[in-house]
């Protein structure tokens, strides 16, 4: 499809000259617009576009002009859990932006969206903060779009090279003392058989107990197999999934966990993932005892992992506080915002 000089297609993975443009591009703007943050590697995106989908598939579309490639696009459609939902990333080259080309690649993945009966669209955006280089030009053109904020969240980072271990050894001691009856286990993907029914009950629970603010997400069944096909998909992908679990001695139940992520290609930053714990065994301080076991697994699985990511809900004090004391600093602002589909 074209509109004046724009050529909107889809992303062929064969077609080497114009993947090698994407990832140009891709690169292109991540340092352009989020230099201080983290951004996918080239070997996530390519294997993020040729594996095999799971519960989520990943259409991607790029924009040419005169044949190069300025600007591209990426739908999530969510095939198992909350179906009514669609997800979209834009991208536009920094030399080749206000020409209307994001507006058109958003509609793509729009229609797309109605084609297969979704109702509503979410995208992330950073928002402006001190020091963060975000100008938010972003937000401004979701809102232009009818695109409305629904959640708030505050992008964290952790520097590990100048992590005090011996503070996090105090905090950790501390900890302990009042987790009696429960003991910590770390491992990499995938789960041990014994603990993967409870993982599948902690992962339904991030769709409820987490703060929400007007995102349209429902409420999840997360069974064994889903467990399975996401720990299949994040291999696929290359990514190394670890984590860390609090069993419940007397009863073998999964108390709490979190997890860690590390992408392909990269040895400077990891990302991390849900943590979480069982409302029927809080107040023992296992959430702080399993992000801080998980982040000594990351060290010894990529010792040259530098910095590690987090969001939170800014109403999310508990966890905000959690990651305060592990060393974790303020770095930006993101918000989700979504759309409604008539």
């Given at each position: 499809?074209?509109?004046?000089?724009?050529?909107?297609?889809?992303?062929d993975?064969?077609?080497?000259?114009?993947?090698?443009?994407?990832?140009?591009?891709?690169?292109?703007?991540?340092?352009?617009?989020?230099?201080n943050?983290?951004?996918?590697?080239?070997a996530?995106?390519?294997?993020g576009?040729?594996?095999?989908?799971?519960?989520?598939?990943?259409?991607?579309?790029v924009?040419?002009?005169?044949?190069?490639?300025?600007?591209?696009?990426?739908?999530?459609?969510?095939?198992?859990?909350?179906?009514?939902?669609?997800?979209?990333?834009?991208?536009?080259?920094?030399?080749?932006?206000?020409?209307?080309?994001?507006?058109?690649?958003?509609?793509?993945?729009?229609?797309?969206a109605?084609?297969?009966?979704?109702?509503?669209?979410?995208?992330?955006?950073?928002?402006?903060?001190?020091?963060?280089?975000?100008?938010?030009?972003?937000?401004?053109?979701?809102?232009?779009?009818?695109?409305?904020?629904?959640?708030?969240?505050?992008?964290?980072?952790?520097?590990?090279?100048?992590?005090?271990?011996?503070?996090?050894?105090?905090?950790?001691?501390?900890?302990?003392?009042?987790?009696?009856?429960?003991?910590?286990?770390?491992?990499?993907?995938?789960?041990p058989?014994?603990?993967?029914?409870?993982?599948?009950?902690?992962?339904?629970?991030?769709?409820?107990?987490?703060?929400?603010?007007?995102?349209?997400?429902?409420?999840?069944?997360?069974?064994?197999?889903?467990?399975?096909?996401?720990?299949?998909?994040?291999?696929?992908?290359?990514?190394?999934?670890?984590?860390?679990?609090?069993?419940?001695?007397?009863?073998?139940?999964?108390?709490?966990?979190?997890?860690?992520?590390?992408?392909?290609?990269?040895?400077?930053?990891?990302?991390?993932?849900?943590?979480?714990?069982?409302?029927?065994h809080?107040?023992?301080?296992?959430?702080?005892?399993?992000?801080?076991?998980?982040?000594?697994?990351?060290?010894?699985?990529?010792?040259?992992?530098?910095?590690?990511?987090?969001?939170?809900?800014?109403?999310?004090?508990?966890?905000?506080?959690?990651?305060?004391?592990?060393?974790?600093?303020m770095?930006?602002?993101?918000?989700?915002?979504?759309?409604?589909?008539?």
């Amino acid at each position: 499809m074209t509109n004046g000089q724009l050529e909107i297609s889809a992303l062929d993975p064969l077609d080497h000259d114009t993947v090698d443009q994407w990832l140009e591009l891709c690169q292109t703007v991540d340092d352009h617009d989020f230099a201080n943050f983290e951004t996918p590697s080239e070997a996530e995106l390519l294997l993020g576009h040729m594996a095999r989908p799971e519960e989520v598939r990943r259409l991607h579309w790029v924009g040419s002009v005169d044949g190069s490639v300025v600007s591209c696009a990426e739908a999530r459609l969510y095939d198992a859990d909350n179906t009514h939902l669609a997800g979209a990333t834009v991208k536009v080259h920094p030399d080749h932006r206000r020409k209307g080309y994001a507006r058109l690649l958003l509609g793509a993945i729009e229609d797309q969206a109605r084609r297969e009966e979704r109702t509503t669209v979410v995208s992330w955006f950073l928002k402006p903060y001190e020091g963060s280089g975000v100008d938010g030009h972003a937000v401004g053109f979701a809102a232009a779009q009818g695109y409305g904020p629904t959640l708030e969240t505050a992008v964290r980072r952790v520097d590990l090279l100048e992590v005090k271990e011996d503070r996090l050894d105090a905090l950790y001691r501390e900890a302990l003392a009042k987790a009696e009856g429960y003991r910590i286990v770390s491992f990499p993907d995938p789960a041990p058989d014994e603990y993967a029914e409870g993982i599948a009950y902690l992962e339904g629970r991030m769709y409820t107990d987490m703060p929400l603010g007007d995102m349209d997400l429902q409420p999840a069944e997360i069974t064994v197999e889903k467990v399975r096909a996401r720990e299949r998909q994040a291999r696929r992908r290359g990514l190394l999934s670890l984590r860390t679990i609090a069993v419940h001695e007397e009863t073998g139940t999964v108390a709490a966990m979190s997890q860690l992520e590390t992408a392909p290609g990269d040895e400077l930053i990891a990302r991390q993932g849900d943590t979480i714990a069982d409302p029927d065994h809080r107040g023992h301080r296992l959430g702080l005892l399993v992000k801080i076991a998980n982040q000594r697994q990351l060290r010894s699985y990529r010792p040259r992992i530098r910095y590690v990511h987090t969001g939170n809900a800014t109403v999310n004090d508990h966890m905000v506080a959690v990651n305060e004391a592990m060393g974790y600093r303020m770095l930006g602002m993101a918000e989700c915002y979504q759309k409604e589909l008539a």
